[in-house]
């Protein structure tokens, strides 16, 4: 049967200092950035794990682990791109993703055209499939205390 198919991803980061804060592959001026790994882009992390669920190909961790010196420090949106060469090589293409970002701090609505326009291009899609919105968790848990930032993504798939 080759129907298109859903994936979900998601993940989360606390804020760390003497960290850069990247967001869908764009820099953004912060006091802080976002501890982990690599470079601690939520945003595109979950976006992988979105693609990588719809393709019934694990998740990020099993394919870029943060146990390999390989993917210390990475820059994020190479993740990205492995992951579309991955899911073309098994014969899937991306139809489109809407992805949430979830942060008291900073805004992330004056950057969201820039990351569209950066994620359109490291993945080879229209800008227009690929939909960011960004949201609070109106002070509450630890995204509201502003210990960390979270990010939600549902990507559709297809066969062509």
Same mark, same amino acid.
């Given at each position: 049967? #080759? ?19 990247? !967001?869908? &592959? +764009? ?20 976006? =992988?794990?979105?693609?990588? &669920?719809?393709? #019934? ?7 870029? *682990? ?23 090589? #098994?014969?899937?293409?991306?139809? #489109?993703?809407? =992805?949430?970002? =979830?942060?008291?701090? *900073?805004?992330?609505? *004056?950057?969201?055209?820039? !990351?569209?326009? =950066?994620?359109?291009? +490291? !993945? ?16 509450? &848990? ?5 210990? &960390? ?10 066969? *062509?």
């Amino acid at each position: 049967m #080759n129907l298109p198919r859903v994936g979900f991803g998601y993940d989360v980061h606390q804020f760390a200092t003497d960290r850069e804060l990247w !967001m869908g &592959g +764009v820099k953004i001026e912060h006091k802080v950035g976002l501890l982990g790994h690599s470079d601690a882009d939520v945003l595109i992390h979950a976006l =992988c794990d979105a693609i990588l &669920g719809a393709a #019934n190909l694990r998740d990020i961790g099993f394919h870029f *682990p943060d146990t390999s010196l390989d993917y210390k420090n990475i820059d994020s949106k190479i993740l990205l791109l492995e992951t579309m060469l991955l899911i073309r090589k #098994n014969g899937f293409e991306f139809g #489109n993703a809407d =992805c949430t970002v =979830c942060a008291e701090e *900073p805004k992330m609505s *004056p950057y969201i055209s820039s !990351m569209q326009q =950066c994620l359109s291009e +490291v !993945m080879g899609v229209e800008v227009e499939t690929i939909s960011i919105k960004a949201t609070t968790s109106e002070k509450m &848990g630890f995204v509201g205390r502003k210990e &960390g930032i979270a990010a939600y993504a549902t990507v559709l798939i297809y066969r *062509p």
